[in-house]
C-alpha cells in the first residue's frame, strides 16, 4: 500500500513537471493579455507545490527505504522462528522419551566493539552471538532464557570491563535478584563471573540484567557469556 502512494507521488511530479516545462514558454513575453497574466501566475504558484511535492517525495524515499529494512528483519524472525520450532519438536519427543536436552550459550556481540549501555533503566543484556540453544529455551532478541521443562538448572555469566569502572550486572529469575557482579572503582581492565542453580517451573524466565547507569564492554574477544543447563528433572 505504501509503495503504491509512493509511485503515484512519482508519476504526479512527472505530469507537473511536464506541464511547467511546456506552459513556462508561454511567458517568455514583454506583452501579455489579461488571461496570459492569470495563466503565468497560475503556473509560478504549480513551481511552489512542485517544490512541495519534491520534498515529500524525497520523504517518502527515505519511508521506503525503511520499508525495506523493516521486510528484511520481519523475513529474519521468520526464519529465527521457524529454527526455534523444529528445535521445540525436537525437545518435546525427548521428553515424551524422558530425555529432555536443555542447554545454551551465547556472547554479547556478533561483531565490532564497544560499550553496551548505559541505560536510563535496568536492562536485560541480550546475548546475540548464540554458540548453542538445544531445546530453545534462550531468545537471542530479549536476552532471556525461558524454562520449557520443569527441573534444576545451572547458569553462569561472564562480565567484562575496559576502563574507568562502572559496571554491575546481576542474574534475575524472573523479578528475583539472584547473584551478581561489580566493577564500580579502579581503571583497568577487569572481568568477574557468577552463577547459580536454581529451581525453574514451566515458564520461568532467567536472564543476566545490567544495572541502570552501568555498561559493559565486549569485542571479538567474547569477554561477556551468558550460559545454561538443565541438571535434571523432577
Not at 104 to 128: D, E, Q
Not at 169 to 197: C, P, R, Y
Request: hydrophobic residues 40%; proline residues 1%.
Amino acid at each position: 500500500m505504501q509503495k503504491d502512494k509512493i509511485l503515484r507521488m512519482k508519476v504526479v511530479l512527472l505530469m507537473l513537471s511536464l506541464c511547467l516545462t511546456l506552459s513556462g514558454a508561454q511567458c517568455e513575453g514583454t506583452s501579455l493579455s489579461n488571461s496570459q497574466v492569470e495563466t503565468c501566475s497560475f503556473i509560478s504558484e504549480l513551481a511552489v507545490l512542485k517544490e512541495k511535492l519534491n520534498t515529500m517525495d524525497q520523504k517518502l524515499g527515505a519511508v521506503e527505504t525503511r520499508l525495506q529494512v523493516s521486510e528484511s528483519q520481519v523475513e529474519e524472525l521468520k526464519s529465527v522462528n521457524k529454527a526455534q520450532e523444529e528445535e521445540l519438536k525436537t525437545l518435546k519427543k525427548d521428553i515424551a522419551a524422558g530425555q529432555p536436552k536443555v542447554a545454551f550459550s551465547a556472547a554479547l556481540r556478533t561483531s565490532g566493539s564497544g560499550y553496551i549501555g548505559p541505560f536510563n533503566t535496568h536492562t536485560p543484556l541480550r546475548y546475540k552471538r548464540v554458540f548453542s540453544n538445544f531445546g530453545s529455551g534462550y531468545n537471542a532478541a530479549t536476552g532471556v532464557f525461558t524454562a520449557m521443562v520443569k527441573g534444576v538448572y545451572y547458569f553462569s555469566y561472564t562480565m567484562f570491563y575496559n576502563g574507568d569502572a562502572n559496571a554491575v550486572v546481576a542474574l534475575m529469575k524472573n523479578g528475583e535478584f539472584l547473584v551478581s557482579t561489580w566493577d564500580a572503582t579502579g581503571n583497568s581492565e577487569d572481568s568477574a563471573s557468577n552463577a547459580a542453580i536454581v529451581q525453574l517451573e514451566v515458564g520461568d524466565n532467567v536472564f543476566a540484567r545490567l544495572s541502570a547507569n552501568r555498561r559493559v564492554y565486549d569485542d571479538g574477544g567474547n569477554y561477556n557469556t551468558f550460559s545454561g543447563f538443565l541438571l535434571f528433572i523432577n
